[in-house]
């Protein structure tokens, strides 16, 4: 059978990225009898987007989610079917700091899930897989279908697929890429992550330099330099002690990760 991480090691350099390599036949070996593993890791790259992956026959399928899963059943989010990843990719947060893919990657959900019907490449081939989930933000019934795209982008290649929740007790309208925007591994966001390793990684060369996610970048690598800044320098710190209590947060600015922060507990 072809080797499934074929396309995922030949886009990466190992011995430049952090990310690991994979093994599908030892990885099958390993998972035979256990749950099957999903997660949904939120990566800010070129664009911000989330990556949907189901473990399965020892690699996690993977689509890309622009916009990240709904709760909403009326809600049909675009998921672009892309190469399957390592199962060891599935629990890794940090910092690809350059190449495919370089950017910031949160473990964003995780959990174990379960395909309505045991035959899951059939499932594939047909392009509707129906599937429960029990992760912590995520849970219930779900389905991935494959659509043919829209309009002008309208490109029979089987990339494009929608993700969509099934209506029971876990639908709902909350948005829950706003409402829970942390890790679940570290309960950190984009700047704590970026800053537990080096915030100086793209000061000369960021993966995203414009339009909205270059500022998004610039913003999260100013507070990962600065929240890095108040843990290394002790005494500086403790001079500053008295106003980051009275703000409780680093910025005095309503950015976007201080929202974030107010809204996920
Ligand atoms: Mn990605």
Known sequence: MAKRLDEYQRKRDFTKSPEPAGDQDKARKARTGKARFFCVQKHLASHLHYDFRLEHDGVLLSWAVPKGPSLDPKTKRLAMHVEDHPIEYGTFEGVIPEGYGAGIVMLWDEGTWTPQSEDVDAALAKGDLKFTLDGYKLKGSWVLVRTRGWGNNAKNDGKSWLLIKHRDDWAGDLDITTFAPKSVKSDQDFPEILASESPDIWR????????????????????????????????????????RTKTSRPSRKPDGAARKKRGSK
């Open 204 to 243: 000369t060369n960021r993966p995203a330099e414009g339009g909205e996610t270059g500022a998004m970048l610039r913003e999260i690598i100013e507070q990962a330099a600065a929240l890095k800044a108040s843990r290394t320098a002790p005494a500086p710190a403790r001079t500053r002690a008295t106003s």
